[in-house]
C-alpha cells in the first residue's frame, strides 16, 4: 500500500490533499530517521512539524466541540477533501458529533451578483455577533472551480465579520459538482454547529440550481434584491420567490430609498398570490440599508418568529428530515446513474441507441429497456459474486 489509512498521524508522511486514496505520489516524504540527513535534529521537519500538526481523532473531536479554530479548519478540510481516508476519518467525526448538530439557525441568502449579500451578510452578522450570538458564513458556488477562488463568502467585503472572534467565515468548497459542493457546504455546516454556532448564513450567487441546493439545507431562505438593474418585479425569477420565506430588498438608502418602498410593496402584493414555501409562515418583504445597517434587526425579529412558529407546528424538524433524507438518496441515485452510465457495456451501445432513438428506427421505450437490461445483468453477476470480491 502506497497511502497510509490515517496518515493525519504522521504529518510527515502526509499526501497532499489532492493525492486519491490508493494513489502513489512520488513526492511523499518517508518517515525515514530521526531528524535530518545528518541524524541530528532537523530545523526543516521541526518547522514542517508545527505547520502540520497531525492530530488524533479524539483531539479533534475535542477540538470542535471547544471551537478551536485551528481544529475547526482541519476537520473542515477533511470534509472538504476527495481523498477516501479523508472521507473515512471525516465521517467518523460526523457520526461522532451529530447529536451535538442542529442547534443553529440555518438561514439561506440569494441573490443577483451585486445585490449586496457580503455587505448584507457582514452588517447582519456582526449586529448578532454583538447579540452575543456566533455566526458562521459558508457558501455554496460550484462555479469556484473555473475561478480557482471564491467569489462568495469573499472576506474583502466582509471585513468587520472576517475581525470578529464570534463569527467564523468559509468560502465555497471549490472543485467538483453541485452534489459535491453542497456535500461539503452541509457537512461543514454540522461541524460548525457542534462547534457552537447558533446562526449559520449560506450564501449562494442567484444563477442555476445553487439556489435549491441552499434552500434544501436551511431552513429559512431569504431572496435578497435591489431596484433598478433589471432586478426589479419583472427580474425576479418566479422560482426563486416561491421557494423565499421572506424578500429583502437591500440599499433602501438615498436616493434609492423611495424606489426601493415601492419594490417592497410590489413585492408583497405578488408573495400574496403565492403559495408558502414554509406551512404556517406568510413571507413577507422587507427594507434594509446594510450600507446604513437599517432594518436589520426588524428583519432579526422575523427570523426569530419564524424560529418559533415553525418550531411549535413541527415543521422545522419536519423538513430537517425531509432534507437529509432526500440529500442521501440524492447521493445513492447520482452514484448509481454514474456507475451504470460508466459501465463499458453500457457506453458501447449508447451511442447507436441514440441514433436510432433519435432517427425514428427505434422507439425511446424499447432502446430504455434495452439499456436498463444490459443493467439487470451487471447487478446479477454482481449479486452472485462470492463475498468480499469486488
Ligand atoms: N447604497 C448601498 N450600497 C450597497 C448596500 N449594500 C451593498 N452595497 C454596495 O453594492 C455593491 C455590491 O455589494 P456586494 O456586497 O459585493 O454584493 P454581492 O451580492 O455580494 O455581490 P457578488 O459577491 O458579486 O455576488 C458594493 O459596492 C456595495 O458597497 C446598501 O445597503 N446600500
Ligand atoms: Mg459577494
Request: a neutral charge.
Amino acid at each position: 500500500m502506497m497511502s497510509r489509512p490515517d496518515s493525519t498521524r504522521n504529518p510527515n508522511s502526509r499526501p497532499p490533499e489532492w493525492a486519491g486514496e490508493g494513489k502513489g505520489i512520488s513526492s511523499g516524504v518517508m518517515p525515514g530517521v530521526q531528524g535530518g540527513h545528518d541524524g541530528l535534529p532537523g530545523a526543516r521537519l521541526q518547522h514542517k512539524r508545527r505547520r502540520h500538526p497531525g492530530f488524533t481523532e479524539q483531539q479533534m473531536l475535542e477540538g470542535v466541540r471547544k471551537c478551536d479554530r485551528t481544529i475547526l479548519g482541519k476537520v473542515i478540510s477533511l470534509v472538504e477533501s476527495n481523498a477516501d481516508h479523508h472521507m473515512d476519518l471525516a465521517q467518523n467525526l460526523l457520526r461522532e458529533l451529530l447529536p451535538e448538530t442542529g442547534e443553529a439557525l440555518r438561514i439561506g441568502i440569494t441573490g443577483v451578483p451585486g445585490a449586496g449579500k457580503s455587505t448584507f451578510i457582514d452588517a447582519f452578522g456582526s449586529m448578532l455577533t454583538a447579540k452575543g450570538y456566533k455566526v458562521a458564513v459558508l457558501a455554496v458556488d460550484p462555479s469556484s472551480t473555473m475561478t480557482k477562488g471564491s467569489i462568495l463568502g469573499d472576506k474583502t467585503r466582509m471585513e468587520k465579520l472576517s475581525r470578529d472572534p464570534h463569527a467564523f467565515i468559509r468560502p465555497s468548497p471549490s472543485g467538483g459538482t453541485l452534489g459535491g459542493v453542497s456535500r461539503k457546504t452541509r457537512e461543514t455546516m454540522l461541524i460548525c454547529e457542534a462547534a457552537g454556532f447558533d446562526v449559520i448564513l449560506i450564501e449562494t450567487v442567484g444563477v442555476g440550481q445553487s439556489e435549491a441546493a441552499v434552500r434544501s439545507m436551511t431552513d429559512f431562505f431569504m431572496l435578497l434584491t435591489l431596484t433598478g438593474a433589471g432586478d426589479d418585479l419583472q427580474g425576479i425569477k418566479r422560482g426563486v420567490m416561491e421557494n423565499a420565506d421572506a424578500i429583502v430588498v437591500n440599499k433602501a438608502d438615498g436616493d434609492n430609498l423611495i424606489k426601493a418602498e415601492r419594490l417592497a410593496s410590489e413585492l408583497t402584493h405578488a408573495l400574496h398570490y403565492l403559495k408558502s414555501p414554509t406551512l404556517g409562515w406568510k413571507p413577507g418583504s422587507f427594507l434594509v440599508s446594510s450600507l446604513l445597517k437599517s432594518g436589520l434587526d426588524d428583519l432579526w425579529q422575523v427570523l426569530l418568529k419564524f424560529k418559533e412558529v415553525t418550531a411549535e407546528n413541527g415543521e422545522c424538524e419536519k423538513r430537517r428530515s425531509e432534507q437529509t433524507i432526500e440529500w442521501m438518496m440524492g447521493m445513492v441515485l447520482e452514484q448509481v446513474q454514474q456507475r451504470f452510465l460508466s459501465q463499458p457495456e453500457v457506453r458501447e451501445a449508447l451511442p447507436d441507441l441514440k441514433t436510432s432513438v433519435a432517427a425514428g428506427k427505434v422507439p425511446a421505450t424499447t432502446a430504455a429497456r434495452e439499456l436498463l437490461q444490459t443493467a439487470d445483468k451487471l447487478f446479477s453477476q454482481a449479486n452472485n459474486q462470492p463475498k468480499g470480491s469486488k
